[in-house]
């Protein structure tokens, strides 16, 4: 409340500045005292703020200090005697730690390795002959048509690629780098072409690597693996093997929600499992969470996608409980969740979100992260806690 009348110069004498001015004044001892008390408490005050300015900083700076000090371990300890680092038990918990972002794709490249003996004139090649199908769409082939859906897929897909870093909708900058590598793998792939979930896969390896060339071997490389592969060629036996690894394990970590999925909903393998796996979880997961992911899987194989699905259906489980009637209705939203969702359905998302930070192309940042469509994880915290969920879900418990 505001004194409505001026105050007069009789009052002004005996004004208090802990009492309001249309009460009468305190006595003056009391108005010393209460004085001191307020001082003391606004100096409380300042003194809370300035420690928590503190503590932030220095968990900023102790956070800055632990990245700097594992990137130099990575640079001067594991790359250099890779062979037989990479064996060690201190090695594993420096990748469940997270990769360097400006490493990822010196790491990722050995880890991932090079069966196939790819090179750089592979993807010259593979790119020449993209750019000629393309320029002679009239050709008498009888593969011109279906290479030419491949590619109107390619390009209508590359815009849903991280949509919230910008980078590769039409007029951003690794926009063409992205279409080109997607389009040379139809082309060195002709038996798998172009599939819908391929283009974030290839998107996170661009991201990652300092050319177009070193992210298409890396990607040809990574799809050769058995689980990615089989989704590839539909390997109906890899695939239902993958499918019981995963539910098992889903019905022994998170028992209640695999009857909600399975026995409710009456969800199949497919429905739940087939959009994670075949795109390697780049499908709902955020860019940080995925790398992280990616950090371990490069390293330990295909289990880590499946311990990865398990942990997201876990971090999930509060929203897929909430459609409970085995209806269409709740089945179409659990399947929108864990699926391809309403990015796939030009739908406004409304169940996912986006971590904050971007690692950048050939190991840079950017940092123009906006909001994307990805799974809300909140329930594990930020993405240590993620990865945390993530080893827990491999655990078997005795």
Request: hydrophobic content about 40%; some cysteine; aromatic content about 10%.
């Amino acid at each position: 409340m505001i004194d409505p009348l001026p105050i007069s110069k009789e009052k002004e004498k005996v004004l208090t500045r802990t009492r309001p001015s249309w009460l009468p004044p305190k006595d003056q001892k009391e108005e010393k005292r209460h004085l001191k008390e307020y001082k003391k408490m606004m100096a409380q005050s300042r003194e809370i703020e300035k420690r928590k300015a503190a503590k932030a900083a220095s968990a900023k700076c102790e956070k800055d200090d632990t990245r700097d000090a594992l990137k130099r371990v990575w640079d001067e300890y594991v790359n250099p005697n890779w062979d037989r680092a990479v064996t060690e038990a201190r090695t594993r918990e420096l990748w469940w730690r997270g990769v360097p972002p400006q490493s990822r794709g010196t790491i990722w490249g050995r880890a991932i390795g090079n069966e196939l003996a790819l090179s750089e004139d592979t993807y010259t090649k593979a790119l020449k002959r993209a750019k000629e199908v393309r320029s002679n769409s009239e050709g008498d082939s009888e593969n011109t048509p279906r290479i030419g859906e491949w590619f109107a897929a390619i390009h209508e897909d590359a815009s849903k690629a991280f949509p919230e870093l910008r980078l590769f909708q039409e007029g951003g900058p690794l926009r063409e780098t992205l279409i080109d590598v997607l389009e040379a793998y139809s082309m060195y792939r002709s038996d798998v072409g172009y599939i819908y979930g391929l283009h974030t896969i290839a998107a996170l390896l661009v991201l990652q690597f300092p050319t177009p060339a070193s992210a298409f071997i890396a990607m040809a490389n990574a799809l050769n693996r058995p689980l990615p592969v089989a989704f590839l060629t539909l390997d109906r036996g890899a695939v239902s093997r993958t499918y019981s690894l995963a539910s098992a394990t889903l019905r022994y970590k998170f028992p209640l929600l695999a009857t909600h999925l399975y026995e409710t909903l009456r969800l199949t393998d497919e429905d739940i499992w087939e959009p994670m796996f075949r795109s390697l979880l780049t499908n709902g997961l955020d860019l940080e969470r995925v790398c992280r992911v990616w950090d371990c899987w490069v390293f330990e194989g295909d289990r880590m996608i499946i311990r990865s699905a398990v942990a997201v259906m876990g971090c999930l489980q509060s929203q897929l409980f909430v459609f409970n009637k085995p209806d269409d209705h709740s089945r179409m939203a659990v399947m929108n969740i864990l699926g391809w969702g309403p990015r796939h359905l030009g739908a406004k998302p409304r169940d996912r979100h986006s971590a904050p930070a971007a690692t950048g192309f050939g190991g840079g940042q950017f940092s123009n992260a906006g909001v994307g469509d990805y799974w809300i994880l909140t329930a594990a915290g930020n993405e240590d806690g993620f990865i945390n969920e993530v080893r827990e879900a491999g655990k078997v418990h005795g």
